[in-house]
């Protein structure tokens, strides 16, 4: 389980530009993994079922894209 909110993204990604903008705008502080500089990080998206990037990560929940599922990330980590 991830006790903080996870953003991986890559260069030149404008859905990924958009996620991490409004983390920022919310105030939830996250880390960002560039999967096209750390091959760890594309593992990482990978064992979360994905294959592509952004993925947001908090807790055991995973969501792809910049979606309503992002907002419930953002509302759980608000919470805590």
């Given amino acids: 389980m991830v006790d903080k909110v996870l953003v ?14 409004v983390l920022e705008e919310e105030g939830i502080p996250f ?4 999967i096209s500089e750390d091959p760890l990080f594309k593992k990482e998206v990978e064992q979360y079922g994905y294959l592509g990037v952004p993925v ?4 055991d ?5 910049f979606t309503n599922e992002l907002k419930e990330i953002i509302e759980l980590a608000k919470k805590d």
């Fill in 56 to 59: 947001t990560v908090y807790g």
């Fill in 61 to 65: 929940k995973a969501v792809k894209g």
């Fill in 8 to 21: 991986y993204t890559t260069n030149d990604c404008i859905e990924c530009t958009m996620v991490k903008r």
């Fill in 31 to 34: 880390e960002a993994r560039n």
